[in-house]
Every structure is written in C-alpha cells, then in structure tokens.
C-alpha cells in the first residue's frame, strides 16, 4: 500500500510540474487527448458511486517518442471553488482541478510503447457525503519518453442530496427473470414427480445457488404449503434448461402439489416462480410396457406360433373335419395302387 502511495505522490507531482510549465498537447503528439465522460445520466448526488471513462483515441507521436501510461484522474474541488462559466467547457485546462481539488481516484493503463492507440479506461468514485453542490473534474494525462501531457478536463457539479422519491441507481437494477417450472408427467401418488425447469436470466446480478422444491398441500390452492411437507432439488446452475427428477416421492391420493424454482443472488436476495398446482392421481397396478419390453415379449410368442402351425395334411384334415386315421388309410391305398401300376407297366415293357 505504500508502495503504491509513493507512486501515486511521484506522478501526481510530475503532472503538477507539467501543468506550471504550460506544457500543452499540441507541442508534441498530434491528436486529441480524451476528454473524460461522467457518469451523470441517472443524476449526481452526494455518497453515491459513479464512473468516469476516457475512451479510445487516436494520436501521432512524435519521431523516437514512445507511450508509456496513461492516467485518469477525478478530483473534488472544494465548495469556495471558484469556477468561471467558461472554464467549465471541456476544451479549457484543468489546472484548477490539480490546484484546489481533493483526488477521488485515479487509475493508470500502459499501452504498447509502439501503438499511437490510446485504449479506454476507467475509473468509478463515490461522491463524499458533504459534496452537495460541489464540482467534480476529470481528465486524462498521456505520459511518453519526452513528457508528460494532459488532456482537456469535463466538470460536473454534484446536486442537492436526493429525496426519498428519487430512485438511487440500486433500486433500479431488475431482478432475475424466471420461467414457470411445470410437471413434465401428471404427478402420482408413490411415483417421483418430473419436473422442467428453463434458464434463468440474471439481468446482471451475482449468481449464487438455484433449487427446484415440491410442496404437497391439503388445500387446492396450497396455501398450507410448508417445508416439513417438501421434497428439494439442489445444485442447479441458473443456465440449466432441463428436466429433473425429484430426490422422493411425495403425497397421498387426493393431495395437490406445486413446484417452486428458486434462485438466490445479490446479497442473498431471493426470486422465484410457481408452476400450476396438480392433484395427485393414483398409480395404476400395470404400467404398460415400453416398446422394448414389448418386442422383447412378442419374439418368444411369434416362435410358438410358428412352431403349432399345422402341416398342410392337419390343414386338409381341419378344413375336411374327417379323423386323422382315415385319412392316413386313403393315402395309404393310393400309394399301394401306384406301385402296383408301375410293376404292372414294367412287366409289359420286357415281353
């Protein structure tokens, strides 16, 4: 901490050098210095944090010149300042800001010795809680291998302590935006429920845990809802866009349920969603089978089938009605009378 108080007393010191010896931006590098915004969109009012940024620019140094920092600075000047109109402009110097006023903060960025590219930085301060109808100054100082240059300041003059109605820039943040978890299947009775859950949009707050609970009520609008009566799901990420099963099964026949997706963020606020309240039904004793099951269960049947179909002879039978015997005894005599044919034609032939 030190250290870094030393420095800041070194730098400060050259920029005070700089500003008596009337070294201006125009002697050196060619270009325009940024000249630093104040966050004062939302009003600017005492004990509230705010932010100064310098943005991109774009300058030409000279020949063996190199950048090595830029520094921004804001400064609180005290209340007998005395600021003319015209020194408020932002193109006029800043040296009543480095001679009267108190440092907020300040910042320094190095840039690529070889760029002329001057990146963005920032800064962000709180207005001291005495700073009613002060001013505030900021500017940027380019420093290279030949000196030190600063850059056009802006002013912006902290207005009376807001009143009750005036919203302060917390209470304008929103609060994380959540879908409606719903029961993916039609809850039962001694069966885990399935619950959907979609992604949750932070809106820029801190993340901090996220649970899906099912209440079981008496009451249809579940309004006796409690936490003894309550089954959690825990660990979810605010991106997780899924379904879940829930850790037990919950409810008895005729019991209502509904499910909450909670999320915790910030400074452990919390928000939350409802799905659309269920009454459980009762199981049925014979779930139906899956199509696996079902093809598992129709190759052995389809095999028996095959191996009971009847041979064409038990078909002619079935069709005829005739007894089995008889019918053997018939093909019997046919077989015996063509062999008889056959010796008898054989015979002839030889003679």
Do not use: H, W
Not at 155 to 180: F, G, H, L, M, R
Not at 212 to 220: E, I, N, Q
Not at 251 to 275: C, F, I, N, P, T
Not at 307 to 333: D, F, R
Request: aromatic share 6%.
């Amino acid at each position: 901490m030190k250290k870094q108080y030393n420095r800041l007393t070194s730098v400060l010191t050259l920029i005070l050098i700089s500003t008596f010896a009337n070294v201006s931006s125009a002697s050196a590098i060619v270009g325009n210095i940024p000249v630093p915004v104040i966050g004062t969109a939302a009003g600017f009012y005492p004990g509230i944090e705010y932010q100064v940024i310098a943005t991109t620019s774009f300058v030409t140094l000279a020949q063996e010149e190199t950048a090595r920092t830029v520094i921004l600075f804001a400064y609180l000047l005290p209340s007998n300042a005395k600021i003319s109109a015209s020194t408020l402009l932002p193109s006029n110097a800043n040296s009543q800001c480095t001679g009267q006023g108190t440092l907020l903060n300040s910042k320094t960025v190095f840039p690529s010795p070889v760029t002329n590219l001057i990146p963005n930085v920032s800064i962000r301060f709180t207005n001291p809680a005495d700073s009613g109808n002060r001013i505030v100054c900021a500017f940027a100082v380019i420093a290279t291998s030949k000196g030190l240059y600063t850059g056009p300041a802006s002013y912006a003059v902290v207005q009376a302590k807001p009143t009750s109605a005036t919203p302060t820039p917390t209470a304008t943040v929103e609060e994380p935006s959540i879908s409606k978890p719903a029961f993916a299947t039609s809850p039962k009775v001694g069966v885990k429920a399935k619950a959907t859950i979609k992604e949750v949009t932070l809106n820029g707050n801190e993340f901090k845990s996220r649970s899906v609970t099912l209440y079981v009520c008496d009451k249809s609008d579940c309004s006796d809802k409690s936490e003894s009566n309550a089954t959690k799901y825990s660990d979810l990420k605010d991106t997780d866009a899924k379904t879940i099963t829930m850790p037990e099964a919950k409810g008895k026949k005729d019991q209502y349920v509904v499910l909450y997706d909670r999320v915790v963020y910030g400074a452990d606020q919390v928000s939350e969603k409802a799905s659309s309240i269920k009454k459980l039904s009762v199981a049925t004793a014979s779930a139906s089978p899956t199509v696996t099951e079902e093809v598992a269960e129709a190759t052995p049947e389809a095999t028996m089938e095959e191996m009971a179909q009847p041979t064409p002879v038990e078909a002619a039978a079935t069709s005829s009605g005739l007894p089995m015997g008889v019918i053997l005894g018939v093909l019997g005599v046919l077989v015996i009378t063509l062999l008889i044919v056959i010796i008898v034609l054989l015979a002839r032939k030889k003679k």
